[in-house]
């Protein structure tokens, strides 16, 4: 049962819950892509400043079960208006992933709308796939993190598309 509550503007106190997040071997290992040292909290927050300054950036902070779960952002990625979104460990597996991101999309007119998974994180393949994106191509991304180029499919979103939560 999904315990997501709300999507909000991002605050100065959620970036040290995104930090630690982000922080966390295992997930930062399913998500891939990220910084090349997840313990680089200055690297982290200079990144998020840059974030938080950009106009044309939507940033959202997910709330569920009376904290920060993560965050849903929009951006234009290779051309293309794009989203991504990371949620702590905790709370993976319950639905509030899937329930944020459809929220976040609900609200963001621009269709097509895409995102960019690493191959191996079929968790998240899986979010997008229940919020109606579909697989329309794949490609390579390098990864920091890893220090190589990784396979990513790429996924779409069009008008007229319901989700399936």
């Known amino acids: 049962m999904t315990s997501f ?41 200079a990144k998020w400043a840059v974030i938080r300054a950009n106009p044309d950036l939507l940033t959202r902070t997910v709330e569920a079960d009376g904290g920060v779960a993560g965050y849903v952002a929009h951006f234009i990625q290779e051309g293309q208006p794009s989203i991504s979104y990371w949620l702590g460990r905790a709370y993976w597996g319950r639905g509030i992933a899937t329930a944020a991101v459809a929220a976040f999309v609900a609200g963001i007119a621009i269709r097509p709308l895409y995102a960019r998974v690493a191959v191996s994180n ?20 390098h990864s920091a993190r890893l220090d190589q180029w990784v396979d990513e499919g ?12």
Do not use: C, K, W
């Open 5 to 45: 509550r709300a999507l909000r503007p991002v605050m100065d106190t959620d970036l040290p819950v995104f930090f630690a997040q982000q922080a966390d071997p295992i997930a930062a290992d399913q998500a891939v892509f990220g910084t090349a040292r997840s313990d680089d909290e200055g690297a982290f927050l």
């Open 122 to 141: 079929t968790a998240s393949a899986g979010v997008l796939i229940r919020n109606g994106f579909r697989l329309v191509g794949s490609g390579q991304a």
């Open 154 to 165: 790429v996924f779409r979103l069009d008008a007229g598309v319901v989700h399936n939560q």
